[in-house]
């Protein structure tokens, strides 16, 4: 299969379990690639959100601590930048601060910026994987390469024991390409 088939199932794969709710930009309203993965899902299992990065990182802590999964989408991994005082300071450092008594899971799911055949520029298309694992301990961070990792790697954020955040890192370029 296709990497954008194989990130289709993977969501609707998530969106059988009925803890998982997906909250981002355009992902009730087409506005860019991830959107297109998510159309089969029902919308009552979507929260759109504006442009406010760090605050959708603060509602999916919020919405885990409540006994939901969310599928937290940025549709570049520049604009997840944004968020990253809720995912450094909060998110990831949760677990510790509770001494244990709060484990949320989390997906986030971002994708690194084509460069062809239109290339985004400098604010869409950086890859900030090495610094963001620099900056974590508790959060998986895994990059997407092939269509036959995505199902597996999501199927893993879901239900691995090992690690209760995960931060998943798809390829713009290849939604097409692969």
Not at 115 to 131: F, I, R, V
Request: hydrophobic content about 35%; aromatic content about 8%; proline content about 6%.
């Amino acid at each position: 299969m296709k990497y954008k088939d194989e990130l289709i199932n993977a969501m609707n794969y998530l969106a059988d379990d009925p803890r998982t709710i997906f909250i981002g930009q355009s992902v009730r309203f087409s506005g860019n690639a991830i959107f297109n993965t998510l159309e089969q899902i029902d919308n009552s299992r979507k929260i759109e959100t504006p442009v406010f990065e760090d605050i959708q990182m603060g509602m999916s802590t919020g919405l885990a601590l409540n006994g939901y999964i969310p599928v937290t989408c940025y549709p570049r991994f520049d604009f997840l930048i944004l968020a990253c005082n809720q995912m450094v300071n909060h998110l990831d450092k949760i677990n510790f601060m509770s001494k244990g008594m709060m484990k949320p899971r989390v997906i986030i799911r971002t994708s690194i910026g084509p460069k062809e055949p239109l290339d985004g520029g400098p604010q869409h298309t950086a890859d900030y994987t090495e610094s963001i694992k620099k900056m974590v301990t508790d959060i998986n961070v895994v990059k997407l390469q092939e269509p036959e990792d995505i199902l597996p790697t999501y199927k893993n954020a879901l239900e691995s024991n090992d690690s209760r955040i995960s931060l998943i890192i798809e390829y713009g370029s290849h939604y097409n390409d692969k």
